[in-house]
């Protein structure tokens, strides 16, 4: 099993920013795609960014120019800076993984409790 933990998240004013962090933890095992969603009340969860383990990004469109996903390997942890905020922005913030372990012998996909982000007007 793999284990992810999300924090950073809180309240913060519309302009300002906000680095999420999400931190997997596991025995023996390789995380492949890493990524961060977010659902808003009363919405579906959608994505906001994704990063393979070789660095290769994805955004959605709502956050382009205002979001940045990174990842440390050695850290088995995934960021998410995000400048610029919106009220619009308000959501739980979720990371996932993509990760092989030897339990599984195979990729599944893992996910985060959350963590909300509330910006302010």
């Known amino acids: 099993q793999v284990q992810l933990v999300e924090s950073g998240g809180g309240l913060v004013q519309a302009g300002g920013s906000l680095r999420l962090s999400c931190a997997a933890s596991g025995r023996l095992f390789r995380i492949n795609a890493m990524g961060w969603y977010r659902q808003a009340p009363g919405k579906p969860r959608e994505l906001v960014a994704t990063i393979t383990s070789d660095g290769s990004t994805n955004y959605a469109d709502s956050v382009k120019g205002r979001g940045t996903i990174s990842r440390d390997n050695a850290k088995n942890t995934v960021y998410l800076q995000m400048n610029s905020l919106k009220p619009e922005d308000t959501a739980v913030y979720y990371c996932?993984?993509?990760?092989?372990?030897?339990?599984?012998?195979?990729?599944?996909?893992?996910w985060g409790q959350g963590t909300q982000v509330t910006v302010s007007s």
């Open positions: 996932n993984a993509d990760a092989w372990t030897v339990v599984t012998s195979t990729t599944l996909t893992y």
